[in-house]
């Protein structure tokens, strides 16, 4: 379980959850949905699920998220390397 950081970010993306413990992140309810990436933000890890080139996928894999117990997740994308919410 290797943190990666935000290289290679591109793309619609769902961040799931900001963790200070990644223990209590259950993978296996996701896992299938995307491809799973971790950004460490100081003390806290970013869950994200990548690997989406149009927002009607990126949309799809948001419903399924939020219906696997992600009901705060929502939709981004890197501008400039910040996580910027898309509606």
Do not use: C, H, W
């Amino acid at each position: 379980n290797t943190l990666t950081s935000s290289v290679g970010l591109d793309g619609y993306m769902i961040r799931l959850a900001t963790y200070r413990d990644m223990k209590n992140f259950n993978m296996g309810t996701v896992d299938d949905v995307g491809v799973i990436q971790y950004v460490k933000k100081g003390e806290f890890t970013i869950v994200l699920l990548t690997g989406y080139q149009d927002k009607a996928s990126a949309d799809l894999a948001l419903r399924k998220a939020r219906s696997r117990g992600f009901p705060e997740a929502y939709m981004v994308i890197d501008d400039k390397g910040e996580l910027r919410k898309v509606n």
